[in-house]
Nanobody, 125 residues
């Protein structure tokens, strides 16, 4: 059972990246998928979340209009498309799976949240 985030890298201010979150060993169908990030020297913050049926979507205020979360249950993968990136978006990005519904209402993980390994996004000025 594993979640693996990928797609990070170095991008210039104003650029775009698409992160992927691939699940193995279990089906993402019944799980909400959240993206979180931890910037250097800071705590973990919620970025975006999408429910299992894609009916509920949550974005942090700082990412609204710039980031788009999506999922392809047939590929057992979720995505985070990030555009208009700025240096404040530099962080390690993590994807997480949660069987409940609160993560996509509040943008915070629960005690049942599973975490994947992160991927580093660096935005140069």
């Amino acid at each position: 059972v594993q979640l693996q985030a990928s797609g990070g890298g170095l991008v210039q201010t104003g650029g775009s990246l698409r992160l992927s979150c691939a699940a193995s060993g279990f089906s993402l169908d019944d799980y909400a998928i959240g993206w979180f990030r931890r910037a250097p020297g800071k705590g973990r913050d919620g970025v975006a979340c999408i429910s299992g049926g894609s009916t509920d979507i949550w974005y942090a205020e700082s990412t609204k209009g710039r980031f788009t979360i999506s999922r392809d249950n047939a590929k057992n993968t979720a995505y985070l498309h990030m555009s208009s990136l700025n240096p404040e978006d530099t962080a390690v990005y993590y994807c997480a799976a949660d069987p409940g519904f609160t993560m996509c209402l509040t943008g915070t993980p629960s005690s049942d949240t599973w975490w994947g390994r992160g991927t580093l996004v660096t935005v140069s000025s």
